[in-house]
């Protein structure tokens, strides 16, 4: 399975980003989707993990309340919608596909997508 998100960029605090995670190969309805981030110094963290049917999430409380994971397993694609973004949201924000929600959830991850980069300063 290939996964390329994108949608990263620079914004300012208080902002909003969608990035968005295509998959190619993939039996969608299988696996679960997640959104991962790295930060400057900073081990990779959860962030956001979403079932084969959409029907259960899992957010890290860092983000819980301002981010929103989904997907349409139609387009393949998996999104992660970010609004009152601040500072320390900035990373390096990766895609992973995973088994189920709780392999996802506990970082056992089956491919990697390339990492798209979101920028909160002003």
């Known amino acids: 399975v290939q996964l390329q998100a994108s949608g990263g960029g620079l914004v300012q605090p208080g902002g909003s980003l969608r990035l968005s995670c295509v998959a190619s190969?993939?039996?969608?309805?299988?696996?679960?989707i997640g959104w991962f981030r790295q930060a400057p110094g900073h081990e990779r963290e959860g962030v956001a993990c979403?079932?084969?049917?959409?029907?259960?999430?899992y957010y890290a409380t860092a983000v819980r309340g301002r981010f929103t994971i989904s997907r349409d397993n139609v387009k393949n694609t998996g999104y992660l919608q970010m609004n009152n973004l601040k500072p320390n949201d900035t990373a390096v924000y990766y895609c992973?596909?995973?088994?189920?929600?709780?392999?996802?959830?506990?970082?056992?991850?089956?491919?990697w997508g390339k990492g798209t980069l979101v920028t909160v300063s002003s």
């Open positions: 992973a596909s995973a088994l189920g929600l709780r392999d996802c959830i506990y970082h056992d991850i089956q491919d």
């Open positions: 190969e993939w039996t969608p309805d299988l696996h679960a």
């Open positions: 979403i079932g084969d049917d959409a029907s259960e999430s």
